[in-house]
C-alpha cells in the first residue's frame, strides 16, 4: 500500500512543531499524507501552513481528527502533558487510535504510559528518532520502534512515511527509548569530542578549515564531526539541537545507568562539558557550543559569522 492509499485511511497528526517534528510533518504530506500539526507558538503553526500544512492550537481538536498522532516534543513532561493533561490525547482520540512517543525518555516510562493509554482502547508506538533537522526535513531520520503489534497495525505504513528507517526492536514499549539510551552517549561524547579536538587545534596555531578538511578524511572523523564542526567554521549556532537537549538527554542517560550500578565515565565527562556550556549562557545554542566553553577558558578566537564583527 502507498503512502497516498495510507492518507485515505489515516489522519496523522504531529504534535511539536520544532526542528525534526516540521520536517517530520512536511514529509508526511509529501508522501500523500493528511497531516494537521500542532505547536505552542504561532510562529510554527504559521511556518507549517506556509507550506502547505493544517494547524491547529487546540489539542483537543486535533485529538479528534486524528488516527495517529506523532508526539514529538522536548521531554517527558511534555509527552504526559499531550498524553494525560487537559484535552489531552488520552480523552480525545479514538479507541483504536495509537500515539508514536518520539521524545527522548526515561526507558521505565512508556510502559507506564501504554497501561493507561490501554484503558481506554490507545495505542502506544515508543518511537524516539535521530539524525537531526536535516534527515527528518528529507524524510531519512531513523526511528527506534518497539510495541504491540496491533499498535504497529493501527499505524498502518505512516511510520514509513515519516522516517527513512523505521527499526522494529519488539513487541513491549520501552525497547525503543531502551536503544536511543544507548544511542545518546555516543552522539554526546562525539560532539563534545569534536569541539574539544577543534579547540586544541586552534590554541595550537591550526587553521581551522584545514583542520576540517583534514580530520574528515582521516580516522579521527565521525559524522557528528563532519555534521557540527561547519556549524563552528560558519560562526552560526543557530540551534538545530541544542546544548539544553544533551544535558537533559545524558542526564537521562546517567539516571538510567545509575539504577543498573553501571559506570558511564565517559558520558558523565560530557555531561558536565555541556553542564559547563548551558551555565555560561550557552545551554539555547547548538550543541557545538561546546567549543565556547573551551574558547573562554584558553582565549580562543572563534571563526565569527559572516557579516558580524
Known amino acids: 500500500m502507498s503512502a497516498a492509499q495510507v492518507s485515505k485511511q489515516k489522519v496523522l497528526g504531529v504534535v511539536g512543531l520544532g526542528s525534526m517534528g516540521l520536517g517530520a510533518a512536511l514529509t508526511a504530506l509529501r508522501k500523500g499524507v493528511t497531516t494537521l500539526g500542532l505547536d505552542t507558538r504561532a510562529e510554527a503553526r504559521q511556518r507549517f501552513v506556509a507550506e502547505g500544512g493544517s494547524a491547529t492550537e487546540s489539542l483537543a481538536e486535533l485529538g479528534a481528527r486524528c488516527d495517529a ?30 500515539v508514536i512517543a518520539s521524545a527522548t525518555v526515561d526507558p521505565s516510562l512508556p510502559p507506564a ?24 526535513a528529507a524524510g531519512q531520520m531513523t526511528m527506534m ?8 497495525a493501527a499505524a498502518g505504513e505512516l511510520l514509513d512515511a515519516i522516517a527513512g528507517k523505521v527499526y522494529r526492536l519488539g513487541d513491549r514499549p520501552g525497547t ?49 564531526f563532519q555534521n557540527r564542526v561547519p556549524h563552528i567554521l ?7 539541537s541544542a546544548v539544553d537537549i544533551f ?20 558520558a558523565a565527562a560530557a555531561h558536565q562539558l555541556y553542564l559547563a556550556t548551558a551555565a555560561a549562557g550557552h ?15 584558553a582565549g580562543i578566537e572563534l571563526p565569527k559569522a559572516v557579516g558580524k564583527p
Open 247 to 266: 544535558v537533559k538527554d545524558l542526564g537521562i542517560v546517567l539516571d538510567a545507568a545509575r539504577r543498573l550500578s553501571f559506570p558511564l565515565p565517559l
Open 176 to 224: 525503543g527509548s531502551t536503544v536511543k539510551m544507548v544511542n545518546q552517549p555516543l552522539a554526546g561524547v562525539h560532539i563534545a569530542a569534536a569541539c574539544e579536538a577543534m579547540a586544541l587545534g586552534m590554541r595550537a596555531g591550526a587553521d581551522p578549515r584545514a583542520l576540517y578538511e583534514v580530520i574528515s578524511n582521516s580516522a579521527g572523523s565521525s559524522w557528528m
Open 234 to 240: 560558519d560562526g552560526d549556532y543557530t540551534p538545530l
Open 113 to 136: 504510559w501504554q497501561q493507561r493509554l490501554a484503558s481506554r482502547g490507545l495505542w502506544l508506538i515508543d518511537a524516539p528518532v535521530s539524525g537531526g533537522a536535516a534527515k527528518a
Open 283 to 297: 545551554g539555547a545554542e547548538d550543541d557545538s557550543a561546546v567549543i565556547k566553553f573551551y574558547a573562554a577558558l
Open 145 to 152: 520502534a518497539s510495541g504491540a503489534p496491533e499498535a504497529f
Open 69 to 98: 498522532v506523532l508526539v514529538l516534543v522536548v521531554n517527558a513532561a511534555q509527552t504526559e502533558a499531550v498524553l494525560f493533561g487537559p484535552d489531552g490525547l488520552l480523552g480525545t482520540l479514538e479507541p483504536g487510535s495509537v
